[in-house]
């Protein structure tokens, strides 16, 4: 592929929008996971539960930012992706009341949906009190609602949708957002993830699974990818909202990108409906394909944002998959250490933060990484932020049902 083309097909990052328990907007969140420090502490809402710990994105009042009708309206992960897509619309320096809505998509990534009011809305039909359960259950709850309320908010009336797949969605929503700005179908899209995993039968299930750390007497060290003593994940949420404009788009507006998304690239595992497949292959096989859309070699990305769960088999897998791709992968971080899984948005808010590097050439460090896995053959940044000149870097997902994706992203 030619480099004239490439710079064709290059899709400009104009806006960030973070909410995450590092923090409350991109500014705030990026100065916590430079400091690398965990958010992992007790949930009231998980008490009496084997795991009764998470990472909160709770430093915001939603009422005062939404009003009371809207929140009452929106259950916890449309409420994160509506205030984080306005932090990146004004962050691109966009006007909804300039734009051509019919050309303004949105396309986040969702893994499942909402499950913060289903307990109480179950109960009332579990009790036979159907005549209770509120009207707003479906509206508020399914996973499209997210992009629909987006839209809503913004006025946005372009292709509106969810991806879900899985702990990879919010990546997968990346590389669809931009193939719609490829196929000239926007002119600007919003696109990224959302999810709260803060629910008790989120928790119990993942728990049942052996996927989450049981590390109850120590949350704020129980995220630690990577690490020779990890045991599981530890549940998160937050949104993470990326403006993407075709390269042209923003030039003519007069807007500095803070990146570019190059390339991006998924597969599927075929292998468990769980468990990655322990070679790597089906992430590796990824990557390739994003770094070939990106017209890039392996030897030219200095950087990775990995998935990174601190989950024994996939943390493995990830490490096989990078070494298969790089030979001598460049150097790492995991930003699950500080602010949890947070599922669906768990790639859209590591690729914003993949673009943070990029703009500022640091990479936040890993937390709780106190002893590598003697198997794991990675250079992983931990303890402080590295700083590094980077033209290009990847950040990968993954997912259960074998899914994988990557994005990659070059320096403005």
């Known amino acids: 592929m030619s480099a004239h083309t490439v710079a064709d097909r290059a899709v400009a990052v104009t806006g960030l929008g973070l909410v995450t328990p590092a923090g409350f907007g991109v500014a705030a969140g990026w100065d916590h996971l430079l400091g690398g420090a965990p958010t992992a502490r007790r949930d009231p ?42 932090e990146a619309v004004a962050d691109a320096d966009l006007d909804p009341a300039d734009w051509n809505p019919d050309r303004v998509g949105v396309v986040l990534g969702v893994s499942a949906s909402s499950t913060d009011t289903h307990a109480v809305e179950y109960g009332r039909l579990a009790d036979g009190r159907p005549g209770l359960v509120s009207p707003l259950m479906a509206p508020r709850s399914i996973p499209n609602m997210a992009a629909g309320e987006v839209g809503l908010d913004l006025g946005a009336r372009g292709p509106n949708l969810v991806t879900s797949t899985a702990c990879a969605s919010g990546t997968t929503a990346l590389g669809v957002a931009c193939d719609l700005l490829r196929a000239g179908s926007c002119d600007v899209v919003l696109a990224g993830g959302t999810e709260s995993g803060r629910a008790p039968m989120v928790a119990t ?13 120590d949350p704020a060290g129980a995220s630690r990818p990577f690490d020779a003593d990890r045991d599981g994940f530890v549940l998160g ?30 597969t599927a595992d075929a292998h468990h409906f769980t468990a990655p497949r322990p070679d790597g292959a089906g992430l590796a096989r990824a990557v390739r394909i994003a770094l070939a859309d990106a017209g890039l070699a392996p030897h030219e990305i200095g950087h990775v944002n990995t998935h990174g769960t601190g989950t024994t088999l996939n943390d493995l897998a990830e490490a096989a998959a990078l070494r298969q791709v790089f030979r001598r992968p460049p150097p790492v971080t995991a930003v699950k250490s500080v602010i949890g899984h947070c599922l669906g948005a768990a790639g859209a808010i590591e690729a914003a933060v993949t673009v943070l590097t990029l703009q500022y050439g640091l990479i936040p460090p890993t937390a709780n990484l106190d002893r590598l896995d003697e198997a794991i053959d990675l250079d992983v940044v931990t303890k402080r932020p590295r700083r590094v000149q980077l033209q290009a870097a990847v950040s990968v997902s993954s997912g259960f049902g074998g899914q994988n994706a990557a994005v990659v992203l070059t320096s403005a």
Not at 67 to 76: C, H, K, N, T
Not at 239 to 255: I, M, P, S, T, Y
């Open 205 to 217: 299930s993942f728990d049942r699974l052996g996927a989450l750390s049981r590390r109850r007497h």
């Open 45 to 86: 809402l998980l008490a009496g539960l084997n795991v009764d710990f998470s990472c909160r994105a709770d430093g915001f009042d939603p009422v005062a930012l939404l009003g009371g009708r809207l929140v009452r309206r929106l259950d916890r992960f449309a409420q994160l992706a509506v205030l984080a897509a306005r």
């Open 237 to 266: 949420e937050g949104a993470g909202l990326l403006v993407l404009e075709r390269a042209a788009d923003a030039r003519a507006r007069g807007v500095r990108p803070r990146a570019y998304l190059a390339g991006h690239g998924s």
